[in-house]
T-cell receptor, first 116, second 112 residues
Framework: DQQVKQNSPSLSVQEGRISILNCDYT??????FLWYKKYPAEGPTFLIS?????DKNEDGRFTVFLNKSAKHLSLHIVPSQPGDSAVYFC???????????????FGKGTKLSVKP | DTAVSQTPKYLVTQMGNDKSIKCEQN?????MYWYKQDSKKFLKIMFS???????INETVPNRFSPKSPDKAHLNLHINSLELGDSAVYFC???????????FGPGTRLLVL
């Protein structure tokens, strides 16, 4: 039972254009959503997150949008650069009752290729 | 000046062997984790440790045991390795809050 789904295994975009990576989830109790970026032979690197009480968070070229009613979030990268080529993982998390972190539940990832 | 480091980076071994993977973080974080990324590319939590206490333990075989000698280290011991244990294992660490986890580079385990 996949609680976090990334239905597009790959995405190819021209340099300078917008990249939109999508993620759907099933559990309405998630408190945080995160995006991680992963280069080959490296561990995932935190990119950006959003709390479930917000609908948008922006950090430079990266913006995450959250649509709670649709249980959908997306990561926008504008403008896309060749160095953005990597696998992007969507993750979701619940906080435990004591305030400690719950599990990070990851999607399968989307491989983004930005062509020069 | 690596934040989360793992050794070894690659590990090839025979079925039935016992092996360990080491993880160290120099971020001063309170919580450390082990994840497994299988052939289907899913990243799944295996364990987490907070102040030497195991606080999450997913349905992982008891052949896997985490060992934390101190707050900066969380090692993963695997007994009687099986073919299905072949995967990439990632260590991570975080503060209690906020939610960001920092990952190590991964250990690629191949069981023959």
């Amino acid at each position: 039972d996949q609680q976090v789904k990334q239905n597009s295994p790959s995405l190819s975009v021209q340099e300078g254009r917008i990249s939109i990576l999508n993620c759907d989830y099933t559990n309405s109790m998630f408190d945080y959503f995160l995006w991680y970026k992963k280069y080959p032979a490296e561990g995932p690197t935190f990119l950006i997150s959003i709390s479930s009480i917000k609908d948008k968070n922006e950090d430079g070229r990266f913006t995450v949008f959250l649509n709670k009613s649709a249980k959908h979030l997306s990561l926008h990268i504008v403008p896309s650069q060749p160095g953005d080529s990597a696998v992007y993982f969507c993750a979701a998390q619940r906080m435990n009752y004591g305030g400690s972190q719950g599990n990070l539940i990851f999607g399968k990832g989307t491989k983004l290729s930005v062509k020069p | 000046d690596t934040a989360v480091s793992q050794t070894p980076k690659y590990l090839v071994t025979q079925m039935g062997n016992d092996k360990s993977i080491k993880c160290e973080q120099n971020l001063g974080h309170d919580t450390m984790y082990w994840y497994k990324q299988d052939s289907k590319k899913f990243l799944k939590i295996m364990f987490s440790y907070n102040n030497k206490e195991l606080i999450i333990n997913e349905t992982v075989p008891n052949r896997f045991s985490p060992k934390s000698p101190d707050k900066a280290h969380l090692n993963l011991h695997i007994n009687s390795l099986e073919l299905g244990d072949s995967a990439v294992y990632f260590c991570a660490s975080s503060e209690v809050l906020p939610e960001t986890q920092y990952f190590g580079p991964g250990t690629r385990l191949l069981v023959l």
